[in-house]
């Protein structure tokens, strides 16, 4: 049962931060979709997904740790993550202080002379905590750098952030200045 939950998590990722058209799904402004629609696409998608229902997508999002979906008033969305040429509108918010992001040490080399950018995202991705942004980090090296953002800081000179969910935070450029870099 776990096993077929991550693979339903990470088909549902992919319906609905890289591909919609691809289940033949449309995403409003915000990134919301029907989840009477999502479910039809997923049981056209796999023959073992074909009783389906609300609940396996309840189950989904109750065992994500990281928070990824949003299911409210008949509908579903994923919070962040998107690679969609439509930019999902997000409400502007104010960060923290401190916020961070784990990375290579070849991409800390770039971001200290051109700052963060959202590469083949919509948005730059940045963690609350530190054991998050290290454990993002850790999924493409074993030696983390941690930025730590001056957010707030950011923020008063202009930056948008926009609340991904509880842990994760985005942003659409941090400049150099606002960024510091682990020892």
């Known amino acids: 049962m776990q096993q077929d939950l991550v693979q339903l998590s990470r088909t549902m990722s992919y319906a609905l931060r ?14 919301w979709v029907s989840v009477q629609h999502l479910l039809n696409a997923l049981r056209r998608r796999r023959t073992s997904w074909r009783n389906l229902d609300a609940s396996s997508l309840e189950a ?8 990824r979906f949003e299911m409210r008033d008949g509908r579903i ?3 962040y993550g998107h690679s969609l040429p439509q930019k999902m509108e997000k409400k502007p918010d104010t960060p923290p202080a401190i916020l961070y ?16 950018k959202p590469m083949r995202r919509q948005y730059v991705h940045l963690s609350a905590d530190l054991a998050t942004a290290r454990q993002v980090a850790l999924r493409r090296t074993s030696r983390p750098v941690i930025l730590h953002i001056e957010a707030l800081q950011a923020h008063r000179q202009g930056v948008t952030f926009y609340l991904g969910n509880d842990m994760v935070w985005l942003a659409d450029n941090i400049a150099p200045r606002f960024i510091h870099f682990d020892a």
């Open 101 to 116: 992001h784990g990375t290579t040490p070849e991409a800390a080399a770039t971001i200290r002379e051109q700052g963060l």
């Open 18 to 31: 890289h591909a919609p058209s691809e289940f033949g799904l449309e995403l409003d402004t915000e990134g």
């Open 60 to 67: 989904v999002i109750a065992q994500s740790e990281k928070r």
């Open 77 to 79: 969305r994923a919070y």
